[in-house]
């Protein structure tokens, strides 16, 4: 079974940082590529970061840009997003996604329950 | 970026009724689009991929068509468990983008 199990979110003030982990298991995590959502409160769904299978491909949304960094490490089945210069408008539910392995199943086919991240003095 | 607009905002029907949500690309994506399911303190399900494909574990009442750049979700009879916010997500290029989701409710 597919599991996706985030951690490290929390109260945090502006301006500071924060580092969120993803733990996968059920299937071989190198094989795919991987992203963080979120959704803030009484909002939509917001891509935030890609990472590829072999951390070669890196793309962010313009929102976050230059203030969050992706990265994984393989060898612990972890996925991560660092955080910092945190805004209040980061304040979210963050998620991550497993991308399908195949081009046209390339949508996010597996989430976890999601992480609170919370900006505020 | 690709701006996805997705009609209505929100809605109401009755259960067994046929309900149709319309996801507008603002560009060209093949059939680069899914849809996801929300419920409440709960992650997004995926429902549809690659336009019109069911994902696993779907009920077959749900259905993804497309019309150029128009993609369409379809309950061909409501059920109480569907009420949910319904969201499309084009996946042809990044920065993928989600559209502001309809809203379903129960009349």
């Known amino acids: 079974e597919v599991q996706l199990v985030e951690s490290g979110g929390g109260l945090v003030q502006p301006g500071r940082s924060l580092k969120l982990s993803c733990v996968a298991s059920?299937?071989?995590?190198?094989?795919?590529?991987m992203n963080w959502i979120r959704q803030a409160p009484g909002k939509g769904l917001e891509w935030v970061a890609y990472?590829?299978?072999?951390?070669?491909?890196?793309h962010y949304a313009g929102a976050v840009k230059g203030r969050f960094t992706i990265s994984r490490d393989n060898a612990k089945n972890t996925l991560y997003l660092q955080m910092t210069s945190l805004r209040s408008e980061d304040t979210a539910l963050y998620f991550c996604?497993?991308?399908?392995?195949?081009?046209?199943?390339?949508?996010?086919?597996?989430w976890g329950q999601g992480v609170i991240v919370t900006v505020s003095s | 970026d690709i701006q996805l607009t997705q009609s209505p905002s929100s809605m109401s029907a009755s259960l067994g009724d046929r309900v149709s949500l319309t996801c507008q690309s603002s560009?060209?994506?093949?059939?680069?689009l899914s849809w996801y399911q929300h419920k409440p303190g709960k992650p997004p399900k995926p429902m549809i991929y690659?336009?019109?494909n069911l994902a696993d574990g779907v009920p077959s009442r749900f259905s993804g068509s497309r019309s150029g750049s128009d993609y369409s979700l379809t309950i061909s009879s409501l059920e109480s468990e569907d009420i949910a916010i319904y969201y499309c997500?084009?996946?042809?290029?990044?920065?993928?983008?989600f559209g502001a989701g309809t809203k379903l409710e129960l009349k």
């Open positions: 997500l084009q996946y042809d290029e990044y920065p993928y983008t």
């Open positions: 690659y336009a019109t």
């Open positions: 996604a497993r991308r399908g392995a195949a081009i046209s199943t390339s949508y996010f086919d597996y």
């Open positions: 990472i590829s299978s072999g951390s070669s491909f890196i």
């Open positions: 059920g299937f071989t995590f190198s094989n795919y590529g």
């Open positions: 560009q060209g994506i093949g059939n680069y």
